[in-house]
């Protein structure tokens, strides 16, 4: 039996009691049958979570790029590694064959070597889903440069911020992005953030909009030239196992965003075990994910995962309500996809929309679809289950985050029964653990608790940049001996978990995870704010929407409240981006402390969500009249 493919239930414990039993023994056998590898491990993991320190297949040396190019070109030279659907749906789709991306890679690694970037420098990514992003990733591998991509809505004091915090040298982006029927100028976001960023010596930029921009002498160049000048082949770099292949920014409770830091050899043996597995993959089909490359779900299950196991990837530059809300499924039909990979967030806006939109489409191609990125609801689950996939395909709500490098929950369509809002099981290799409040290990079904992991898997990150004491005491100190993700879970009688939502000051809105701290900070920087507190509400497309509660210095000065609510929220999409404006801002006299003067939060999410006939215990509230204030101005 082969533990790369999973095929049944039965066939499914007994793989994972094996994962569990022998883990080495278990990745050591995926990591030897499906890669190609320069020098085999000595060692298959060496793990402390108290330092912590996490190594897989050391003395191992590979390229990932040989792994997602190189060897299929024989047998898969002229299949579709990537197929571009463009914005515009009357833009013809392009199909780029396996040979093709791997001499677009080599070329654009020739050309970020003739530009001085070498193993280990990092280069800072952003751009809009267009082909060159994904190439981009793949030429920053192909040398063992490290790809650090930032999503290309982020504002560019968030950019800033990003390209300094991992010194980048480089920052590869385009003239501009399209997205429905708007065209966003990033090259100017990114002049404006390089007014902040000493390191940044270069900067390659794709024509993609034609819009006439600033070309800094002697910094900024057009790609395109450089890339038609350059040689279709490059040797790809020999990497350790355990050299960075990636930085990935994600939102922290406190404090600046995390750079969370991958390696190569363990992230790609999980990765490409995860796609075949999850999404049970087989040739020809076609997979799309509709996430954005900026994201690790793009980086994960649009790049590495389908082109390590050969297939064909869906790379769609637009968004589902453009030119109307059937974009998605008309995607769908005109490419015959097999697997469809979204968000919650997505589903729930499309299901407002006309059933006739989804209804029109032809959509029998599909076989499997997913979900990601935050808890799918019982009704988008069965709006998907029922009108996308009409009650034949499985859906596999795989949970995951940025810091797993991979999915480590999900139920393996047609071999797991499918429960609604349950991500069932974990991965064979995965040890979920459920915990008390006194850090103790919940045993037993029909539980919940906070979600750990007792044992290290390949892909999980190794430290955040330039700060592994942030790394540990976030994710290895709450729980002794075990990575503590941030969510709550429970398990049901059979064992199958249902996650919850974070326990933290981490709110996830329409997917993307925000912290509060930096929103917070963003809002007392206005000149009329003393202080302020942000939390999450319940929203029907959202999932969650930002509540805040904002204290100002001197409240008789200020006539005009809503422009003020203008302001504070251009603040916030200035210093971080439109993603993370409030929906609602209630100016307060005071905000509910604790003696020590902690904000108590928990009682500010109830009033914002409406529940405020419960607050729970207000005994520590320093002064509890603040609150009945509050609940009195609810928006
Ligand atoms: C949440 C996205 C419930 C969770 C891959 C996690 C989910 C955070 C699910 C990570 C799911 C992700 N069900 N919640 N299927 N998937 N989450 O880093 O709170 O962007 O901790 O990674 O999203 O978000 P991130």
Same mark, same amino acid.
């Given at each position: 039996?082969?533990? %790369?493919?999973?095929?049944?239930?039965?066939?499914?414990?007994?793989?994972?009691?094996?994962?569990?039993?022998?883990?080495?023994?278990?990745?050591?056998?995926?990591?030897?049958?499906?890669?190609?590898?320069?020098?085999?491990?000595?060692?298959?993991?060496?793990?402390?979570?108290?330092?912590?320190?996490?190594?897989?297949?050391?003395?191992?040396?590979?390229?990932?790029?040989?792994?997602?190019?190189?060897?299929?070109?024989?047998?898969?030279?002229?299949?579709?590694?990537?197929?571009?659907?463009?914005?515009?749906?009357?833009?013809? /789709?392009?199909?780029?064959? %396996?040979?093709?991306?791997?001499?677009?890679?080599?070329?654009?690694?020739?050309?970020?070597?003739?530009?001085?970037?070498?193993?280990?420098?990092?280069?800072?990514?952003?751009?809009?889903?267009?082909?060159?992003?994904?190439?981009?990733?793949?030429?920053?591998?192909? #040398?063992?440069?490290?790809? @650090?991509?930032?999503?290309?809505?982020?504002?560019?004091?968030?950019?800033?911020?990003?390209?300094?915090?991992?010194?980048? &040298?480089?920052?590869?982006?385009?003239?501009?992005? +399209?997205?429905?029927?708007?065209?966003?100028?990033?090259?100017?976001?990114?002049?404006?953030?390089?007014?902040?960023?000493?390191?940044?010596? @270069?900067?390659?930029?794709?024509?993609?909009?034609?819009?006439?921009?600033?070309?800094?002498?002697?910094?900024?160049?057009?790609?395109?030239?450089?890339?038609? /000048?350059? *040689?279709?082949?490059?040797?790809?770099?020999?990497?350790?196992?355990?050299?960075?292949?990636?930085?990935? +920014?994600?939102?922290?409770?406190?404090?600046?965003?995390?750079?969370?830091?991958?390696?190569?050899?363990?992230?790609?043996?999980?990765?490409?075990?995860?796609?075949?597995?999850?999404?049970?993959?087989?040739?020809?089909?076609?997979?799309?994910?509709?996430?954005?490359?900026?994201?690790?779900?793009?980086?994960?299950?649009?790049?590495?995962?389908?082109?390590?196991?050969?297939?064909?990837?869906?790379?769609?530059?637009?968004?589902? @309500?453009?030119?109307?809300?059937?974009?998605?499924?008309?995607?769908?039909?005109?490419?015959?996809?097999?697997? =469809?990979?979204?968000?919650?967030?997505?589903?729930?806006?499309?299901?407002?929309?006309?059933?006739?939109?989804?209804? &029109?489409?032809?959509?029998?191609?599909?076989?499997?679809?997913?979900?990601?990125?935050?808890?799918?609801?019982?009704?988008?689950?069965?709006?998907?289950?029922?009108?996308?996939?009409?009650?034949?395909?499985?859906?596999?709500?795989?949970?995951?985050?940025?810091?797993?490098?991979?999915?480590?929950?999900?139920?393996?369509?047609?071999?797991?029964?499918?429960?609604?809002?349950?991500?069932?099981?974990?991965?064979?290799? #995965?040890?979920?653990?459920?915990?008390?409040?006194?850090?103790?290990?919940?045993?037993?079904?029909?539980?919940?608790?906070?979600?750990?992991?007792? =044992?290290?898997?390949?892909?999980?990150?190794?430290?955040?940049?330039?700060?592994?004491?942030? %790394?540990?005491?976030?994710? =290895?100190?709450?729980?002794?001996?075990?990575?503590?993700?941030?969510?709550?879970?429970?398990?049901?009688?059979?064992? %199958?978990? !249902?996650?919850?939502? !974070?326990?933290?000051?981490?709110?996830?809105? @329409?997917?993307?995870?925000?912290?509060?701290?930096?929103?917070?900070?963003?809002?007392?920087?206005?000149?009329?704010?003393?202080?302020?507190?942000?939390?999450?509400?319940?929203?029907?497309?959202?999932?969650?929407?930002?509540?805040? =509660?904002?204290?100002?210095?001197?409240?008789?000065?200020?006539?005009?409240?809503?422009?003020?609510?203008?302001? #504070?929220?251009?603040?916030?999409?200035?210093?971080?981006?439109?993603?993370?404006?409030?929906?609602?801002?209630?100016?307060?006299?005071?905000?509910?402390?604790? !003696?020590?003067?902690?904000?108590?939060?928990?009682?500010?999410?109830?009033?914002?969500?409406?529940?405020?006939?419960?607050?729970?215990?207000?005994?520590?509230?320093?002064?509890?009249?603040?609150? *009945?204030?509050?609940?009195?101005? !609810?928006?």
């Amino acid at each position: 039996m082969s533990n %790369y493919h999973i095929k049944t239930f039965e066939e499914y414990f007994h793989i994972y009691r094996k994962s569990v039993r022998e883990p080495e023994n278990f990745w050591e056998e995926v990591a030897e049958e499906h890669f190609v590898w320069r020098k085999r491990w000595d060692n298959v993991l060496r793990w402390d979570f108290s330092k912590p320190e996490i190594a897989w297949f050391e003395g191992a040396q590979l390229n990932i790029t040989e792994n997602c190019l190189d060897r299929h070109l024989r047998t898969r030279g002229d299949k579709t590694a990537i197929l571009f659907e463009p914005n515009n749906p009357n833009e013809p /789709a392009q199909h780029i064959t %396996y040979t093709e991306l791997y001499e677009r890679v080599c070329k654009m690694a020739n050309v970020l070597k003739a530009k001085g970037i070498k193993k280990g420098d990092r280069v800072c990514i952003y751009l809009p889903m267009i082909p060159e992003l994904s190439v981009a990733l793949l030429a920053c591998a192909r #040398i063992g440069a490290i790809h @650090s991509v930032v999503f290309a809505g982020f504002s560019s004091t968030a950019l800033s911020t990003r390209i300094n915090d991992s010194s980048c &040298k480089m920052v590869i982006t385009s003239d501009g992005s +399209y997205r429905g029927n708007k065209s966003i100028d990033l090259k100017g976001i990114v002049d404006e953030a390089l007014e902040q960023c000493p390191t940044v010596e @270069s900067v390659l930029v794709v024509n993609r909009v034609g819009s006439s921009i600033h070309m800094e002498q002697g910094r900024d160049e057009w790609i395109q030239p450089l890339l038609d /000048a350059a *040689q279709p082949h490059c040797e790809p770099e020999v990497m350790e196992a355990e050299d960075p292949l990636f930085i990935l +920014y994600t939102s922290g409770s406190t404090g600046k965003p995390k750079g969370m830091v991958h390696t190569t050899a363990g992230y790609m043996v999980f990765i490409a075990y995860t796609f075949k597995n999850i999404f049970q993959y087989r040739e020809p089909d076609i997979f799309w994910c509709t996430a954005d490359i900026g994201w690790i779900t793009g980086h994960s299950y649009i790049v590495y995962g389908p082109l390590l196991n050969g297939a064909t990837s869906v790379l769609f530059e637009g968004v589902p @309500s453009y030119p109307d809300f059937g974009r998605f499924w008309e995607i769908v039909e005109k490419h015959s996809i097999t697997h =469809f990979y979204t968000a919650p967030t997505a589903i729930r806006a499309l299901a407002k929309e006309d059933l006739n939109y989804v209804e &029109k489409y032809n959509l029998s191609s599909l076989k499997v679809l997913g979900s990601v990125g935050e808890p799918i609801n019982e009704e988008a689950w069965h709006w998907y289950n029922d009108h996308v996939g009409k009650k034949k395909s499985p859906i596999v709500d795989t949970w995951w985050q940025t810091e797993t490098g991979g999915i480590l929950i999900s139920p393996i369509p047609y071999v797991t029964p499918t429960k609604p809002t349950y991500a069932t099981l974990p991965l064979p290799g #995965i040890q979920p653990a459920l915990m008390d409040e006194n850090g103790q290990e919940i045993k037993g079904n029909q539980v919940d608790g906070r979600l750990c992991v007792k =044992f290290p898997w390949p892909s999980m990150a190794r430290t955040i940049w330039g700060d592994h004491e942030r %790394y540990r005491t976030t994710y =290895f100190t709450a729980f002794e001996g075990k990575y503590f993700t941030g969510d709550g879970a429970l398990r049901d009688e059979v064992g %199958y978990y !249902r996650i919850t939502g !974070r326990v933290d000051d981490v709110i996830i809105v @329409s997917g993307h995870n925000l912290g509060t701290a930096p929103i917070e900070d963003a809002i007392n920087e206005h000149p009329a704010v003393a202080e302020s507190a942000i939390v999450g509400f319940p929203h029907d497309v959202k999932g969650n929407a930002l509540y805040g =509660f904002v204290m100002l210095k001197d409240v008789g000065e200020v006539r005009d409240r809503d422009n003020l609510r203008k302001e #504070i929220n251009q603040q916030i999409s200035d210093r971080i981006g439109p993603i993370a404006k409030l929906d609602k801002i209630q100016f307060v006299e005071g905000l509910p402390k604790t !003696r020590s003067g902690k904000i108590m939060r928990r009682i500010l999410r109830k009033i914002a969500g409406n529940e405020t006939e419960n607050l729970g215990d207000t005994s520590t509230l320093l002064d509890p009249e603040v609150v *009945q204030q509050i609940i009195k101005d !609810r928006l």
